[in-house]
């Protein structure tokens, strides 16, 4: 069982809508990563924190989603102006380290825009 | 182009027989990860094989860094082991880890 939490499982949402998801890392893992995974299976990596620092994010992320991860709170993903093609799965992953370390991954948010 | 190139795209076998799973990658991997993607979405991590081989259970992962290459056999396949099988390569980079676009193996009774 993934012992990174994400939640909720499944998430529809209107276009324009905010969309909001969480994930609560593995205990003692500071690094944590956003990736999308759309219906083709590509992945798109998406932004990642060591502790409440952003490390790197790409266009996307910065001007469309808001992203956190507070101390004592899980991290969060938010799409500020959901779009159809925001249609996808969204991954998060934590590791011990940023480089060349396992990443043990959630079940994923399910966000389907209408 | 791509970083990692997975072979074949699908494979259908019967119960009991074995699949041997392919991955190429195009540049130096300082780590490799194979992971197991439900049919509900779920990955999991099955093996990292930066190099070596590796067992666990009725996977083992071969991987060969001067040739850019690394396999997954899986033996006895199950039919719960129908799924997705992905595989991910880490170049030491501080952002991202590049995925194949996976094996879709179905195992049937």
């Known amino acids: 069982n993934s012992k990174v939490i994400q939640t909720p499982r499944y998430l529809v949402k209107g276009q324009g809508q905010k969309a909001k998801m969480r994930c609560i890392p593995e205990?003692?893992?500071?690094?944590v990563f956003w990736y999308q995974q759309n219906k083709n299976n590509e992945f798109k990596f998406l932004i990642n924190?060591?502790?409440?620092?952003?490390?790197?994010q790409i266009d996307m992320t910065e001007k469309r989603f808001s992203a956190e991860c507070p101390s004592n709170s899980p991290c969060s993903l938010e799409i500020q102006s959901s779009e159809a093609g925001d249609s996808a799965l969204y991954l998060c992953?934590?590791?011990?380290?940023?480089?060349?370390?396992?990443?043990?991954f959630g079940h994923g948010t399910k966000l389907s825009v209408l | 182009g791509q970083q990692v190139q997975q072979s074949p795209a699908s494979l259908v076998l019967q119960e009991g027989e074995n699949a041997e799973l392919q991955c190429n990658f195009s540049?130096?991997?300082?780590?490799l990860q194979w992971f197991y993607q439900s049919p509900g979405g779920s990955l999991v991590s099955l093996l990292s094989?930066?190099?070596g081989t590796k067992h666990t259970g009725r996977l083992t992962s071969t991987t060969v860094t001067k040739e850019r290459r690394s396999s997954l056999h899986i033996s006895s396949s199950q039919t719960t082991d129908s799924g997705t099988y992905l595989c991910?390569?880490?170049?030491?980079?501080?952002?991202?880890?590049?995925f194949g676009d996976g094996t879709q193996l179905v195992v049937k009774p």
């Open positions: 205990k003692g893992h500071p690094v």
């Open positions: 540049s130096t991997a300082t780590q």
């Open positions: 991910a390569i880490d170049r030491g980079s501080n952002n991202r880890i590049f």
């Open positions: 924190f060591q502790n409440q620092e952003v490390l790197q």
């Open positions: 094989n930066p190099s």
């Open positions: 992953a934590s590791s011990r380290q940023v480089s060349n370390e396992r990443l043990f």
